[in-house]
């Protein structure tokens, strides 16, 4: 377990939760047994009352490259909400926009801007065009430098369908 404690001595979790990461990561091949460590993860987490954002971004990352999206797009939403909450931020964008505009280099708002291109990006694997063109087009707004893949989701979606060959 000292290894373990040195080998991710950056990631802010418990180490029951760390553990229970990594045996996930060690068992990806086996979707089912990696899927268990995740989900004990999370229960832990939760029972805790952590709702650790490294724990729901690492589930995020999980199930998105799992293809799970439903729980990839359940994951990001929480991440979302949690800086929401911690940021007191307004749920009107007309409101929201300047506060983005002017701390796009806090981390909280890094994560935001990340996390919500994320759920428009899972909105359209989902089968959601729409939403994720209008989460895709709103992080647009306030992403001069195209950080968040926002322009990438946009070009996807708005992409024509290429001409069959003959």
Request: hydrophobic share 40%; proline share 4%; aromatic share 10%.
């Amino acid at each position: 377990m000292q290894v373990l404690e040195q080998k991710f001595s950056w990631y802010a979790v418990p180490e029951d939760i760390k553990r229970l990461l990594v045996l996930a990561a060690e068992s990806w091949e086996d979707r089912t047994l990696s899927e268990q460590y995740i989900n004990q993860a999370l229960e832990i987490d939760n029972a805790t009352n952590n709702d650790s954002v490294d724990v729901l971004v690492t589930a995020y990352r999980y199930f998105f490259y799992k293809n799970s999206n439903d729980l990839a797009l359940k994951m990001a939403r929480r991440v979302i909400n949690k800086v929401i909450n911690s940021e007191h931020l307004p749920d009107r964008w007309e409101e929201l926009k300047p506060i983005l505009l002017d701390r796009k280099e806090d981390p909280a708002i890094r994560l935001y801007l990340n996390a919500y291109t994320a759920s428009g990006f899972m909105l359209a694997r989902l089968g959601e065009p729409e939403l994720a063109k209008e989460i895709a087009n709103k992080v647009k707004e306030v992403d001069n430098r195209n950080e968040f893949g926002a322009s990438l989701v946009l070009d996807i979606l708005t992409r024509p369908p290429e001409e069959e060959d003959e």
